[in-house]
């Protein structure tokens, strides 16, 4: 999808703004057409992303050639997902913790096993008496 030239009308706007630059109205539809002429192939999402960075780094209005430079950047940079990442080196439990642990799982088991036994020795119970009856 090409880039919107609604997009580029409010972000020249909001650059004017910042620098303190004031467009006429035939100034600004000058520079939609031409910024729109020399990023046209951007997606609205990149261009965005490129005119807040380079407005940030940036002494003064910039030129369409800082926005394509800038989403060049933006494109060799690797994305991110937006969630957490993971902890990049496992957590250290001391020995005492690691035997609690330990304990804890051996303890879940034994009564994972033993309901497990009930269970079977129910179904014997009623299976049984299913017959008989």
């Keep these: ?18 620098f303190l630059i004031r467009l006429s109205i035939d100034e600004l539809e000058v520079l939609v057409k031409t910024w729109h002429e020399d990023l046209g192939d951007l997606n609205d999402q990149e261009f965005d992303e490129a005119v807040n960075a380079v407005r940030s780094q940036n002494e003064f209005f910039p030129k369409t050639v800082q926005i394509r430079k800038k989403v060049d950047e933006l494109r060799q940079q690797p994305r991110h997902s937006g969630h957490a990442e993971l902890p990049t080196r496992p957590c250290k439990k001391n020995d005492e913790q690691i035997e609690k642990n330990k ?22 119970l009623n299976s049984n008496y299913k017959k008989s009856a």
């Design 103 to 124: 304990r804890y799982v051996r303890d879940l088991l034994s009564k994972l096993k033993q309901d497990r036994d009930i269970k079977q020795h129910t179904e014997k």
């Design 1 to 18: 999808m090409s880039l919107s030239p609604d997009l580029i009308y409010t972000k020249l706007n909001e650059l004017s703004i910042h």
